[in-house]
């Protein structure tokens, strides 16, 4: 009984150090999914070694053939593997908690936040420093799964096929290539045998309801909160890539089709979250907000709540589903060994992330340095990820 009890308070223990550290990642997650997973590399593997750069790149490759928010699948994986769809369920609330709550506040504040005449010329080093995760968690990664010829080709066709073509359907494709010829170019034989998968079905027809019940009840039912969860809902399992794919879709029909909110509004949220740090599809919740202003403050409140739950629940569902039978696959031979070329594309567009970011931030000399110094940083493991985002925060707003 003893022994039981020590067992649950460990457990606990355990649960609570890795949500701090789920935390600690939101704190400095900025940037998109790419930035995101040079600051789990960083937090989750290199400090903490809940898992490998392998079995992180793993994940990363599988949430790039999923759709759904990437880099919020990816950390949600983690906490099942490290303790099972429970604690996955807590990842997932303390990842984005935070920041969906300042952009439901921030859809009743633009009034006000407008007449103030916010300026976001302090953020202007958020990218720069970005770039610096990124380039650190692609040398890291890159030294790990570039090794032949053959996946040193893999990764430069992964970030070369996804600079120059910035489609959502490219990025599964370009994976699932890589798999491809790491199976065609293997010399090991007998590589299809036999596993036994237990899918856990029910989350995929959770997954099925949700989405052929909310379709359903927006064609009969004439009510702005359910055409707005189906709306998000839709968005969330339609888009690869995450944040930065999404928002054109959701920009089509939130302030063209449907004219809930200018184009200025739409634009004034987009430009604030990318300020914030934690998932970029927490923008949901602000345009929820916003498409439901007008009525009571409850209705509002609603709008918000739905547009954040209904553009992540689809993912949630689809990694539930997902990460036990990848487990299981990957003891399948013929997987394992495409796993080298995916995680060679995956180590790929990773490293090609990096000149992106910069040449949207822009190559100028205090871009360049600051970039360098995050990189110094890294790698001297000296300071912890949430204060170099501070150090940019107010190199931003003081220089």
């Known amino acids: 009984m003893k022994i039981g009890k020590n067992l649950e308070a460990s457990k606990g223990m355990g649960w609570r150090t890795f949500l701090k550290d789920v935390f ?48 919020t699948q990816t950390i949600v994986a983690i906490g099942y593997k490290v303790g099972g769809p429970l604690l996955a369920f807590l990842t ?118 949700f989405t052929v019940g909310s379709m359903i009840l927006a064609l009969l039912w004439d009510n702005q909160i359910i055409q707005l969860f189906e709306s998000f809902y839709r968005y969330g399992y339609l888009v690869f890539g995450g944040g930065q794919v999404v928002v054109p879709l959701m920009y089509s029909e939130l302030v063209e089709v449907n004219t809930f909110m200018t184009s200025q509004e739409f634009l004034t949220g987009y430009g ?41 629940l689809p993912g949630l569902l689809l990694i539930y589903f997902i990460y036990p039978i990848w487990e299981n696959l990957k003891k399948i031979k013929g997987i394992k060994v495409s796993l080298k070329g995916i995680n060679a594309v995956a180590g790929g567009l990773i490293s090609v992330a990096a000149l992106i970011l910069m040449q949207r931030s822009g190559f100028t000399v205090d871009n360049v340095i600051v970039t360098f110094l995050t990189i110094i940083l890294l790698f001297t493991k000296q300071i912890p990820a949430p204060l170099i985002v501070l150090m940019a925060l107010v190199a931003g707003f003081v220089i």
Not at 55 to 62: K, R, Y
Not at 185 to 205: A, G, M
Not at 282 to 306: E, W
């Open 24 to 71: 600690i990642c939101s704190l400095g997650a900025y940037g998109g999914p790419e930035a995101h997973y040079g600051v789990f590399t960083d937090q989750m593997v290199i400090k903490k070694k809940y898992l490998s750069e392998e079995e992180l790149v793993e994940l990363i490759a599988l949430c790039g053939i999923l759709p759904g928010p990437s880099s």
């Open 272 to 312: 604030l979250v990318q300020g914030l740090p934690g998932p970029m599809f927490s923008f949901s919740a602000y345009a929820g907000g916003m498409a439901t202003r007008g009525g009571t403050t409850i209705t509002q409140l609603l709008g918000a709540i739905v547009g954040g739950i209904g553009i992540f």
């Open 92 to 209: 997932m609330l303390v990842w984005a908690f935070p920041v969906l709550t300042v952009m439901i506040l921030l859809s009743f504040l633009y009034q006000l936040m407008v007449g103030m005449n916010i300026s976001q010329d302090g953020l202007r080093y958020i990218g720069p420093m970005a770039v610096g995760f990124i380039i650190v968690a692609a040398y890291r990664i890159g030294g790990k799964v570039v090794t032949d010829q053959i996946t040193l080709l893999l990764l430069l066709f992964g970030g070369i096929t996804t600079y120059f073509i910035r489609e959502a359907w490219v990025f599964p494709l370009v994976l699932i290539i890589g798999g491809l010829v790491s199976i065609a170019t293997t010399k090991e034989n007998d590589l299809w045998n036999h596993v036994r998968l237990n899918p856990p079905w029910k989350y995929l027809i959770a997954f099925l309801l």
